[in-house]
Each structure stands twice: as structure tokens, then as C-alpha cells.
């Protein structure tokens, strides 16, 4: 496996709820995905920029540094821009949204989320596009 095809099987979770993180990395690992686990936003923004994982599903209410911050904040790096970002959260407010797509996360996801409707959604962040030879 390259080293750009074990990047975009690491996902870092973000949630300060240690049930979500379990479930979440119980739900992705036997999916070949490497999870990585943040407790709040600060310690996603450190992962993020040390472990470039292919994906990020970030909670929104955090401690220390929230979700919106940390979003923020990765995706004004240079460093860590190109990594999609999901917001996985229970607020599901259209303002919540909205300020999550002026941050320029890629998704918005409501917890609770079935594991097909998850796995289909990351999978079409960290799937390459096929290069098609005719056109």
C-alpha cells in the first residue's frame, strides 16, 4: 500500500462522548479504516496536522477547543486544507449548517447515523475519481 492510500484510510474522530468514539471506530475498523481518536477540537488540530489522515468526522460541541474553531482552524493551514472534513453531530439546526459550510466542512451529518448512510459518506470523500481514458 502507498503511502497516499494509508493516508486516506485514516480517519480521525473527533467527539468528546467516549461511547461515540468507541462506536465510531468499532463501526470503521473492520472497514480497513485506521482510526484515530480526538477528544476535543485541540487535540484534533495536533492530530490532524502530525497524522494527515484521509478524513475527518468532527463533533461540533467540544471542550477546550470546539468543532467549529478546530474546523476553522485546519482548514486555513496550508498543511491540512486538502482534508475533507465532516461535521458528525446532534445539533441539527440549518444556522448550525450553514456556519459549518462558511467553515468549509465538506459535510454536515446528524448523529444518530446508520453505518451504510456513514460508510457511503466516507467513502466517496476518500475514493479517488477514476481516470477515464475516453472522454
Known sequence: MTNKAQERNKILVADDDERILQVIRDMLMPNRYEVLLAKDGAEAIEIAQNEQPGLILMDILMPNIDGYT???AIKSDAKTRHIPIIMLTAVSYELNKKLSERLKADFYLVKPVALDTLLAIIHR??????LSESF
Open 70 to 72: 478546530a474546523c476553522n
Open 125 to 130: 470523500f476518500l475514493t479517488p475519481y477514476p
